[in-house]
């Protein structure tokens, strides 16, 4: 009786079907997303450690820098030790009593000079207190400025014997001309 009163085209439709290949496609697609995604997770986990490896080895480059640098300010200050201040020392116009405290004030910077290499070399051969590379590369860089300052001391203390030098000889000639009044 009800097929009666429903409409032919109603009778006739019956149970929905499911196409079973559209199912299997959708299940391998979801298979193949979740594998992408792993590899994915994969590359992202490898490039992060590729990158704190490039900052460990920037870190490295930093401090090979720094020490180098420090190198060389203390190669200048050995070569100003040698030369700037054996020509001071020398003069005729430096008195004896300065001779003692050019001599402590130039001995003072290279001992401060020797130091720092002593410091340095006791950061780089041990943990240095469990210390991480950027800490490190942190302290060099610190010691560096410290050594470019010395380096500036040694040149100014330099210059201004060397302008009392200047001076006195001046003073001396002035002192000791002949008159012809």
């Given at each position: 009786?009800?097929s009666h009163l429903?409409?032919?085209?109603?009778?006739?439709q019956?149970?929905?079907?499911y196409?079973n290949?559209?199912?299997i496609?959708?299940?391998k697609?979801?298979i193949e997303?979740?594998?992408?995604?792993?590899?994915?997770i994969k590359t992202v986990?490898?490039?992060k450690t590729?990158q704190e490896?490039?900052?460990?080895?920037?870190d490295?480059v930093?401090q090979?820098?720094?020490?180098?640098?420090?190198?060389?300010n203390n190669?200048?200050?050995?070569?100003?030790m040698?030369?700037?201040?054996?020509d001071?020392?020398d003069?005729?116009?430096?008195?004896?009593?300065?001779?003692?405290?050019?001599?402590e004030?130039f001995t003072?910077?290279?001992?401060n000079?020797?130091?720092?290499?002593d410091?340095i070399d006791?950061i780089?051969?041990?943990?240095?207190?469990?210390m991480s590379?950027a800490?490190?590369?942190?302290?060099l860089k610190?010691?560096e400025l410290?050594?470019?300052?010395?380096?500036s001391?040694i040149?100014?203390?330099?210059?201004r014997?060397?302008?009392i030098?200047?001076f006195r000889?001046?003073?001396d000639?002035?002192?000791?001309?002949?008159?012809?009044?």
């Open positions: 009786m009800i429903l409409p032919a085209r109603a009778a006739c019956g149970m929905p079907t196409d290949t559209n199912f496609s959708l299940v697609q979801l997303s979740g594998k992408q995604t792993a590899n994915i986990q490898f490039l590729q490896n490039i900052e460990k080895v920037n490295v930093r090979l820098n720094a020490v180098r640098e420090i190198g060389r190669q200048r200050l050995i070569q100003m040698q030369n700037d201040l054996r001071i020392l003069s005729p116009y430096i008195k004896p009593g300065e001779v003692t405290r050019v001599s004030s003072a910077i290279v001992e000079s020797i130091e720092t290499m410091f006791e780089l051969s041990s943990d240095y207190l469990k590379d800490d490190r590369a942190k302290i610190q010691k410290e050594s470019m300052e010395m380096v001391n040149k100014v203390k330099t210059k014997y060397k302008d030098i200047s000889k001046m003073q000639k002035i002192n000791n001309r002949e008159t012809d009044f």
